[in-house]
């Protein structure tokens, strides 16, 4: 998925994320999990569990599968590679993307070894809207001397059809005060994009989350929340549905959970699976309409 670990960066903030970072960090002896009931935790092989989902109910995909780099989740879930892992890629996007709505989108993590293939194969079957490059803010220091040192991820984002559900508004980044002060001149008063911002270009800095990051949770894989929350908030409208069928430590989740969308999430794991419900659980307690939301019930649903 991505290199080793390298030392330690200083935290960042993430966006309005701090709240839920806040919550996360709280002992888990001190509060009972409870997640929104719009939120399901599966426990089940999205690959097996795939024809209870209907079709057409979903509005967005966010996949961060396993990469076919060998990356240790506590099972065989990464063993695959070359061709092996190219068919097994194109089975879960075929049972995947029946459950989309004809506004649906879909965003897939992947690397640079298997890119290609993937986003050939995905053109086949969608409208691809943007490669997104993930600059993960890695920094240099030493590495392979036969090739220059991977420093990205690279992220799909494909549609149904040319009518996709897009909202860049809420994803639009602030200008600063001096770029305000210098387009405040009368030529652009009342410009929709001098008040809001400007819009995220495709190469996404974010820092990946390095061990010491409060965000960070036992998991080798696991996507800022930032980056995510962005794709919810653009490709899913309010109250709209997100299906992940790699959920690991529940990310998606956690911002479905936090920007009131509904979210169903397929997990192998079970420890991951656990992670995931004491975070949105956080995000729930964290989140007052979701908190309201939230029910006592059991959360992760075993495999069948």
């Given amino acids: ?28 002896a001190s509060r009972v999990p409870v997640v929104p009931d719009s939120i399901r935790l599966l426990n089940r092989d999205f690959l097996t569990d795939a024809a209870n989902l209907p079709d057409a109910s979903i509005d967005l995909i966010v996949a961060d599968p396993p990469y076919g780099l060998g990356k240790d989740y506590g099972n065989d879930s990464d063993m695959r ?22 506004s649906g989108s879909l965003y897939v993590f992947c690397t640079w070894q298997y890119a290609p293939e993937i986003f050939v194969y995905l053109k086949s079957k969608l409208t691809m809207i943007n ?11 030493g ?6 040192t991977s420093v990205h991820d690279n992220i799909g ?3 149904v059809s040319k009518d996709y559900y897009f909202d860049l508004d809420p994803v639009r980044i602030p200008y600063d005060a001096a770029t305000k002060k210098a387009r405040s001149r009368k030529l652009f008063e009342g410009s929709k994009w001098l008040e809001l911002g400007y819009n995220p270009k495709d190469v996404w800095s974010v820092s990946r989350l390095h061990r010491q990051h409060a965000e960070r949770v036992d998991h080798p894989t696991q996507k800022p929340l930032e980056i995510v929350e962005r ?4 490709s899913c409208p309010p109250g709209g ?6 959920m690991g430590s529940g990310t998606t989740a956690v911002a479905c959970a936090r920007q009131k969308r ?5 997990e192998i794991n079970e420890s991951y699976c656990a992670i995931a419900r004491e975070r949105v659980s956080a995000a729930a307690l964290a989140t007052p309409a979701a908190a309201a939301d939230a029910s006592a019930t059991p959360s992760v649903a075993a495999g069948a």
């Fill in 131 to 141: 490669e997104i490059v993930w600059d993960r803010r890695v920094p240099s220091m």
């Fill in 143 to 148: 590495g392979t001397t036969r090739r220059f």
């Fill in 262 to 266: 509904e979210f169903v999430g397929y």
């Fill in 157 to 159: 984002f494909f549609a």
């Fill in 231 to 234: 794709m919810v908030l653009a």
């Fill in 81 to 102: 590679s070359g061709e092996d892992f190219l068919s097994w890629t194109y089975e879960w996007l075929d049972l995947a993307i029946p459950k989309l709505k004809a």
């Fill in 1 to 28: 998925m991505r290199d080793e670990f390298d030392e330690p960066l200083a935290p960042a903030p993430v966006g309005d994320a701090t709240a839920a970072v806040a919550a996360d960090a709280l002992p888990m």
């Fill in 241 to 246: 549905r997100v299906l992940d069928p790699f």
